[in-house]
């Protein structure tokens, strides 16, 4: 499994060391008479805590049990990112700041750092996984398309889960407008999302797709065969045309859909209108195809539908965006001008990403 560079997610348990300057406060936060409303609202943005443990053969050493984030995950998508414009606390020595800086020279200007990620691919059904070596390689120019990596699904950009992402970030960046009571160093976020994409029940004008079993075979008017795989099913065709089919689980297998579906409307045109039921209508979105432009493929337009969701889909994706690694945390009576930075900075990116 994927680990950040504190805390390993299958096991989820972080060390405490005489050099843990958030160990006090990390005790504040999780603490069960904590009335500090800052700090109550902190845990939101934090694992889930479950005490501290110490093992067996190590009775002095100390970890603190936090939440596994991808436990509820089928197939889940991680990034870890390293928020801040130092990845150093004020006490460092001069040479803790040389070899922090000389990791990532561009880390004060952008903000962030990458520090490892791994996308599920449902075309291949297998995992592409970076390291912070592929992050501390992304410049000013290249780091927009280095983080959209990660959310795409070998067929499509998940448009759904970065709005999510977008959102969730922007409440952690409300809370730190807010506070002036911990400044943050090299502490990171992560984010982690559902790869298997699981698509709405949808509708497309002449066209209907909904989540339901399907006959193994069903004809077009005019006798024209639907070919398709074990993913989309002919389930009823009507005289006018219209057919109702079911969409199986994964996004990615549309490409069933074969050119001779529509050999028969050279000169009509296909009103696509897609809404989510299951959401009670919150999103809709509609375009139009003719079979000159398509020239017989239908795919390219099916993925802009199907894959390329509009950007006010916020809460349909099943995304976490959780604060992680707290070595370097401390008091302070100031904003955190530096963390602040980065989550803006993320927050354009991210947005860029969603626009283009």
């Given at each position: 499994?994927?680990?950040s560079?504190?805390?390993?997610l299958?096991t989820?348990?972080?060390?405490i060391d005489?050099?843990?300057?958030?160990?006090?406060?990390?005790?504040?936060?999780?603490d069960?008479?904590?009335?500090?409303?800052v700090?109550?609202?902190?845990?939101?943005?934090l694992?889930?805590y479950?005490?501290?443990?110490?093992?067996?053969?190590?009775?002095?050493?100390?970890?603190?049990?936090?939440e596994?984030?991808?436990r509820?995950?089928k197939?889940p998508?991680?990034?870890?990112?390293?928020?801040?414009?130092?990845s150093?606390?004020?006490?460092?020595?001069?040479?803790k700041?040389q070899?922090?800086?000389?990791k990532?020279p561009?880390m004060?200007?952008?903000?962030?750092?990458?520090?490892?990620m791994?996308?599920?691919?449902?075309?291949?059904?297998?995992?592409e996984?970076?390291?912070?070596?592929y992050?501390?390689?992304?410049?000013?120019?290249?780091v927009k398309?280095?983080?959209?990596?990660f959310?795409?699904?070998?067929?499509?950009?998940?448009k759904?889960v970065?709005?999510?992402?977008i959102?969730?970030?922007e409440?952690?960046l409300?809370?730190f407008?807010g506070?002036?009571q911990?400044?943050?160093?090299?502490s990171?976020l992560?984010?982690?999302y559902?790869g298997?994409?699981?698509?709405p029940?949808?509708?497309?004008?002449?066209?209907?797709?909904?989540?339901?079993?399907?006959?193994?075979?069903?004809?077009?008017?005019?006798?024209?065969v639907?070919e398709y795989?074990?993913?989309?099913?002919?389930?009823?065709?009507?005289?006018?045309g219209k057919?109702?089919?079911?969409?199986?689980?994964?996004l990615?297998?549309?490409y069933?859909?074969?050119?001779?579906?529509?050999s028969?409307?050279h000169?009509?045109?296909l009103s696509l209108?897609?809404e989510n039921l299951?959401?009670d209508?919150?999103?809709?979105?509609s375009?139009?195809?003719?079979?000159?432009h398509l020239?017989?493929?239908?795919?390219?337009?099916?993925e802009k539908?199907?894959?390329?969701?509009p950007?006010?889909i916020k809460?349909s994706?099943n995304?976490?965006v959780r604060?992680?690694?707290f070595?370097h945390?401390?008091?302070?009576?100031?904003?955190d001008?530096g963390?602040?930075?980065?989550?803006?900075?993320?927050i354009?990116?991210?947005q860029n990403?969603?626009d283009?």
């Amino acid at each position: 499994m994927y680990c950040s560079n504190r805390a390993v997610l299958g096991t989820e348990v972080v060390k405490i060391d005489e050099n843990w300057s958030y160990h006090t406060s990390s005790k504040e936060v999780y603490d069960s008479d904590c009335c500090d409303s800052v700090l109550l609202e902190l845990r939101e943005y934090l694992p889930k805590y479950f005490g501290v443990w110490s093992p067996p053969t190590a009775p002095n050493d100390t970890y603190l049990k936090l939440e596994d984030v991808t436990r509820k995950f089928k197939k889940p998508c991680i990034m870890d990112v390293k928020i801040g414009q130092k990845s150093y606390d004020p006490y460092a020595s001069a040479e803790k700041i040389q070899q922090q800086v000389s990791k990532y020279p561009l880390m004060e200007e952008i903000g962030f750092l990458v520090l490892g990620m791994r996308v599920y691919h449902v075309s291949s059904d297998s995992y592409e996984t970076q390291n912070q070596h592929y992050g501390r390689s992304l410049t000013k120019e290249t780091v927009k398309d280095g983080i959209s990596k990660f959310f795409h699904s070998g067929y499509c950009l998940r448009k759904d889960v970065i709005a999510a992402s977008i959102q969730k970030v922007e409440k952690i960046l409300e809370w730190f407008e807010g506070q002036k009571q911990l400044n943050f160093y090299a502490s990171s976020l992560l984010f982690v999302y559902e790869g298997s994409c699981q698509p709405p029940t949808m509708r497309l004008g002449d066209v209907t797709l909904a989540e339901k079993g399907g006959v193994p075979k069903g004809l077009l008017s005019g006798g024209d065969v639907l070919e398709y795989n074990n993913n989309i099913h002919v389930i009823n065709s009507t005289e006018n045309g219209k057919i109702e089919a079911s969409v199986g689980k994964g996004l990615s297998k549309f490409y069933a859909l074969h050119k001779k579906a529509y050999s028969k409307r050279h000169h009509s045109q296909l009103s696509l209108k897609v809404e989510n039921l299951e959401q009670d209508n919150m999103w809709k979105s509609s375009t139009c195809i003719t079979q000159e432009h398509l020239n017989g493929n239908v795919i390219p337009q099916l993925e802009k539908v199907f894959c390329h969701m509009p950007a006010d889909i916020k809460e349909s994706a099943n995304v976490e965006v959780r604060m992680i690694d707290f070595a370097h945390v401390f008091p302070s009576n100031t904003k955190d001008e530096g963390y602040i930075y980065g989550l803006k900075n993320l927050i354009t990116v991210l947005q860029n990403i969603l626009d283009n």
